[in-house]
């Protein structure tokens, strides 16, 4: 049975291609996109969701726009990483697929309260903000989700401050909420998605399979190097996000380890960074995992797999 994910996001460069994953590998049931605003405004990645959609003709699966402002802190977006629209680099089809009419917060709430108890399997590649708000609203959906798999954090490496990765540092009282929920949580970060490279065999990849949406991609993963090159000194683009979704299609693509974690609200220098406690023999309530190793060539044939699909 293929597993039944939301995946809520901030499209994004790396999310478009989780989406694209999502969406087109056999394992995975995509039942709603969820936006939150992150690397761009709400209305922009809100936007850059749905142009994706109408790229890949996914006219099946709810659209819905969620918090346009994390819990506490201002917006925050990455424009050096992900340009001005969120999603620079290429040209995207006009946004035809239609936005729902109800909050992503109340599809989230909606979608769970409706689905079988343990199946529907909770996806973040952007700030935490509408998760937590649906944890809130609706407490009983931590016992009913099947399970938490998300983007963010990293244990020892960061990207927007010396100590936090940026979809934690955008919204960490969001993070807070839902790192401490309750239910089975796994978190993909830094330490494992720095490894996820867009090098020069990838973009040929691309390039031979030769679809529209493949060369979209292409074009993408060019400005995203560019962009990674000024700001972080990298020579080839991370591409997180699709790390969870390549992980839930087949375990085998990343290990990953129990600890506790928790996220650091008030240090002076350290707000938004993911503490994983690695020291202690782990109890045995403790529900959060963290991915520590990526088997790159497994993770880039599914990407590859679903590029040829979407074709
Ligand atoms: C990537 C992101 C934000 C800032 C930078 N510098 C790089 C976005 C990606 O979409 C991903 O979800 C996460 N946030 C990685 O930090
Ligand atoms: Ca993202």
């Not at 809520?8 to 936006?35: F, K, Q």
């Not at 944890?135 to 998300?150: C, G, Q, S, T, Y």
Request: hydrophobic share 45%; aromatic share 6%; charged share 25%.
């Amino acid at each position: 049975m293929a597993k039944k994910i939301i995946l809520d996001c901030d499209p994004g460069h790396d999310d478009a291609i989780a989406l694209m994953l999502a969406y087109a590998n056999p394992e995975i049931d995509l039942v709603a996109v969820t936006t939150v605003a992150g690397n761009q405004t709400l209305t922009k990645v809100t936007n850059n969701a749905r142009s994706i959609a109408t790229l890949i003709g996914m006219k099946d699966v709810p659209i819905a726009a969620g918090c346009d402002r994390p819990l506490v802190n201002e917006i925050n977006v990455a424009d050096e990483i992900h340009g001005d629209s969120g999603i620079d680099g290429t040209e995207l089809p006009k946004p035809e697929v239609p936005l729902q009419d109800i909050h992503a917060v109340d599809l989230i709430i909606e979608t769970i309260m409706n689905s079988p108890e343990k199946t529907i399997t909770l996806v973040p590649t952007g700030a935490l903000t509408n998760i937590a708000m649906a944890a809130r609203r609706e407490p009983k959906i931590v016992d009913r989700v099947k399970e938490v798999v998300l983007m963010g954090g990293g244990y020892l490496e960061s990207n927007y401050s010396a100590a936090a990765e940026f979809n934690i540092f955008v919204d960490p009282e969001a993070a807070r909420v839902v790192f401490n929920a309750g239910w089975k949580l796994t978190m993909v970060g830094l330490d494992v998605t720095h490894k996820a490279l867009a090098t020069p065999d990838v973009l040929e990849e691309m390039e031979k399979i030769n679809t529209v949406p493949s060369i979209k991609v292409k074009e993408l993963m060019t400005f995203f190097q560019k962009m990674y090159k000024e700001s972080q000194d990298f020579d080839y683009p991370p591409v997180h996000d699709p790390v969870t979704v390549a992980y839930l299609i087949d375990p085998s693509v990343m290990e990953v380890v129990k600890a506790p974690i928790d996220i650091e609200l008030h240090g002076e220098l350290t707000r938004g960074m993911t503490v994983v406690d690695f020291n202690h023999i782990v109890a045995s309530d403790c529900v959060t995992y963290v991915g520590v190793s990526l088997d790159k060539q497994k993770f880039w044939d599914l990407v590859y797999d679903a590029l040829r699909k979407i074709g």
